[in-house]
Nanobody, 121 residues
């Protein structure tokens, strides 16, 4: 069974920074794509950032210039560097990975358990 474990959330003042980590474990051969989502109270889960296996990235307009997604492929880890955090960034952040257990076969989406990010003065 593939499992994604997130860490790095916490409380920070406006203008502060956090780096979230997401580590995939289990039996698989390839992570086809990585992404980060977030969900604030009373709102739908929204997409934040994504990276495909080739390294191309994309971001939601609300976080462009402030957030950066990256990876450490040998460690099966995705990161989300969050700078200049603002109160509206407060949410539970979830990592998502499309993982191929065997090369040449379709991948399956997996989700982390979520980590709380709170931005307040």
């Amino acid at each position: 069974q593939v499992q994604l474990v997130e860490s790095g959330g916490g409380s920070v003042q406006p203008g502060g920074s956090l780096r979230l980590s997401c580590v995939a474990s289990g039996n698989f051969q390839h992570i086809a794509a990585m992404a980060w989502y977030r969900q604030a109270p009373g709102m739908q889960r929204e997409w934040v950032a994504a990276m495909v296996s080739g390294g191309a990235t994309n971001y939601a307009d609300s976080v462009k210039g402030r957030f950066a997604i990256s990876r450490d492929s040998p460690k099966n880890t995705a990161y989300l560097q969050m700078n200049n955090l603002q109160p509206e960034d407060t949410a539970v952040y979830y990592c998502n990975m499309n993982i191929r257990k065997h090369l040449g076969r379709p991948g399956t989406d997996y989700w982390g358990q979520g980590t709380q990010v709170t931005v307040s003065s």
